[in-house]
C-alpha cells in the first residue's frame, strides 16, 4: 500500500518561511512527478510547483521567486522551501506523487500554512 505523509505546515508570520516535507512509501516504482497543491478559503485547488523525473520544474506565477521546490529521489521524497510568505499564501497545501504502472496519482493528506501576523 502507498502511503504518503506531509509535514512542515505552521503558522507563520509575513515575510516569513517554511519548509513542507512529502514522503512516499510502499511503493516499487521511481516517482514520474511530484508537486504540491494548495487551496485557499473559497478557492479551487491549485497548482504551486511541481518537478518532474526528468528534473523540470514549473511554478504557479503567484510564488515564482518564493518558492522552490527539489527532490530526494532515493528516499522518494519532496519538499517545497517557501519564502517571503505572504497572508495570500495561506491554505492546505496538498502533495501528490505521480508513479506507477500505468502512472497513479497518489495525495497527502494535507498540511495548513497560515500566513499572519
Known amino acids: 500500500q502507498v502511503q504518503v505523509v506531509e509535514s512542515g505546515g505552521g503558522l507563520v508570520q509575513p515575510g516569513g518561511s517554511l519548509r513542507l516535507s512529502c514522503a512516499a512509501s510502499?511503493?516499487?516504482?521511481?516517482?514520474?512527478?511530484m508537486g504540491w497543491y494548495r487551496q485557499a478559503p473559497g478557492k479551487q485547488r491549485e497548482l504551486a510547483a511541481q518537478i518532474t523525473l526528468g528534473g523540470v520544474e514549473d511554478y504557479a506565477d503567484s510564488v515564482k521567486g518564493r518558492f522552490t521546490i527539489s527532490r530526494d529521489n532515493a528516499n522518494n521524497t519532496v519538499y517545497l522551501q517557501m519564502n517571503s510568505l505572504e497572508p495570500e499564501d495561506t491554505a492546505v497545501y496538498y502533495c501528490?506523487?505521480?508513479?506507477?504502472?500505468?502512472?497513479?496519482?497518489?495525495w497527502g493528506q494535507g498540511t495548513q500554512v497560515t500566513v499572519s501576523s
Open positions: 510502499g511503493s516499487r516504482f521511481s516517482f514520474a512527478a
Open positions: 501528490k506523487f505521480t508513479f506507477g504502472v500505468p502512472l497513479t496519482d497518489y
